[in-house]
């Protein structure tokens, strides 16, 4: 097999394997309410699983942290925030004292996980469908767009040792979709120009999200975090991103609505 057509051998089962994954999210975040909580709550569990099991965990250990972060994670988004983060976090400690090898990393990527997770929640709960979907296509923007434009143009890498496929082409692309989205939701809703640079920045923090990941591999010596999604192997593998996006929107959303994100 020739180099050109190695470095586009996986891209037919990507695509069959992201496009029904983007359907049934896209089902997803337009039912929202509880359907949208239990989805993404379960999706919080299985990456819990995964990164439990990626960290040597024995089998029982991974599925019962991974079944605590989905019920946690699931019973924050209705309880008043004072009483959710409590147990949000209580599952990541939990983990700290179960796990016998990586026991911080565990920790730390643990709460970013359900922090990512009710931090979704929130962004559809609160600015409703039509500011989750540009989230999601503000990820997803960059994730396809530095895909191609990465094995397109090539250049120098942006971490070789840790994710040796990533370019710095690939990393600029990214954003450059990013700011696309978001200027194309300012042209539709009336949001202010910053609403571009919010955009740039909820990229930057997807591919924080994706670096993170990475490196928690290369350090355990696996390739995938599992091989539930053919060509994209587990959910932390597809959803790394989204995690950084989620996380950063919960950080800094409040005082931005209202202001770029509003839609009154």
């Not at 029904?20 to 975040?29: I, S």
């Amino acid at each position: 097999m020739s180099a050109g057509t190695e470095k586009w051998s996986d891209l037919a089962t990507r695509m069959g394997s992201g496009a029904g994954m983007v359907v049934l999210g896209l089902w997803g975040v337009w039912a929202g309410g509880h359907i949208f909580h239990v989805m993404v709550a379960l999706i919080c569990g299985l990456m819990i699983w995964e990164l439990s099991a990626m960290l040597r965990a024995s089998g029982k250990v991974s599925v019962q942290l991974g079944a605590l972060a989905g019920a946690a994670t699931l019973l924050a988004i209705y309880l008043p925030p004072g009483f959710a983060l409590p147990i949000l976090l209580a599952t990541a400690l939990v983990g700290f004292g179960q796990l016998k090898d990586f026991r911080v990393i565990y920790m730390v990527f643990a709460v970013m996980v359900v922090l990512a997770g009710y931090g979704m929640m929130s962004v559809r709960d609160d600015l409703g469908f039509n500011w989750m979907l540009w989230m999601v296509l503000v990820v997803v923007a960059t994730d396809v767009v530095g895909y191609f434009a990465g094995r397109l143009i090539g250049g120098p890498k942006f971490w070789p040792r840790v994710s040796p496929k990533k370019t710095w082409a690939g990393t600029a692309f990214g954003w450059l979709g990013a700011a696309v989205v978001g200027a194309s939701f300012m042209a539709n809703t009336g949001a202010g120009v910053q609403l571009i640079g919010v955009s740039i920045a909820v990229s930057m923090a997807s591919q924080m999200g994706d670096i993170a990941e990475s490196a928690i591999k290369r350090r355990v010596g696996v390739k995938d975090s599992s091989n539930l999604i053919p060509g994209h192997g587990g959910l932390l593998d597809r959803f790394d991103g989204m995690l950084g996006a989620a996380v950063f929107l919960l950080i800094i959303g409040g005082p931005l609505i209202g202001s770029p994100l509003a839609l009154r």
